[in-house]
């Protein structure tokens, strides 16, 4: 049976700390903090046993609206505090929100090694393709040709696949929706937290203001339809030729495997080291 919207509001919203919001209207920030509460709430996790970091962006507000611990950090360092939060208390559930260039531009190092290290938490990336809140340039994922304010000829440079490049990195669980997609969206949050490493969930958004405005792409609604012809599930994918999937997103799970987690494996060292010396 679907959660109740006014409970889910009442249980997890800060009410008297900071509404209205400061995103745009029509802005899938809002579908990607609804599929994250609900996920949350499935999952029975206590609000004092989560710890919600961001980066600088539209999406790193989020942890302003939500009634769990939460660490509202410099920009590309959410993966940094999370890593240090979840070595200082490994029972805590963790979990970051980042942009596209929050997590791949200045924090794409720390991305990349978060992935190789498998740290037992969670990244869910907003992916708009495009710096929204500081004006509109292009990013990471900003697709070649694309206009912004740093590319009004035209982007020279090419984009790359935020969730292929997790799987490449090592990451244990790694999936891709679109804000369109908000049940699917849902379920890869509601996988993701409960997924023992490091987990990456891609969420394609809409930026109509700063991106789809210069690209003619229309409003939020426009862009959500664009979504919804573009995406192709995984499974669907596989039968599929490189000609038949160029322009498409591919959206489901890629990536589910068990790999020794880094958190707890320093848990390991560290107690061997405490053992060693009191042998000395």
Not at 238 to 257: F, H
Request: aromatic share 6%.
């Amino acid at each position: 049976m679907p959660i109740p919207a006014q409970a889910l509001r009442h249980e997890y919203l800060r009410h008297n700390k900071k509404f209205p919001h400061v995103w745009c209207p029509g802005c899938g920030n809002g579908i990607v903090m609804g599929a994250l509460l609900r996920a949350i709430h499935r999952l029975h996790i206590e609000k004092d046993d989560i710890v919600l970091a961001s980066g600088i962006g539209c999406s790193g507000r989020m942890p302003t609206y939500l009634d769990f611990n939460t660490l509202h950090t410099t920009h590309g360092r959410a993966l940094t505090f999370a890593t240090g939060v979840k070595l200082a208390n490994p029972a805590m559930n963790v979990i970051t929100i980042m942009g596209d260039g929050d997590s791949t531009a200045i924090g794409g190092n720390h991305f990349i090694h978060a992935a190789r290290r498998n740290l037992n938490l969670t990244a869910i990336i907003i992916n708009n393709s495009i710096y929204g809140m500081t004006g509109g340039q292009y990013s990471p994922t900003t697709p070649f040709g694309s206009k912004s304010t740093t590319s009004v000829y035209g982007h020279i440079e090419h984009a790359f696949s935020i969730a292929e490049l997790a799987v490449t990195a090592g990451a244990s669980f790694v999936a891709r929706a679109t804000v369109y997609h908000a049940d699917l969206v849902d379920r890869l949050i509601e996988q993701a937290v409960n997924k023992r490493g490091f987990a990456v969930v891609e969420v394609i958004s809409n930026c109509h203001v700063q991106y789809g405005r210069r690209n003619k792409l229309g409003g939020a609604v426009d862009m959500l339809s664009s979504f919804k012809e573009q995406a192709v599930t995984v499974s669907r994918a596989a039968k599929m030729s490189p000609e038949e999937l160029a322009g498409k997103t591919t959206i489901g799970v890629l990536a589910d495997r068990e790999i020794p987690i880094s958190t707890e494996e320093y848990i390991k060292v560290r107690e061997q080291a405490r053992a060693q010396k009191e042998k000395a």
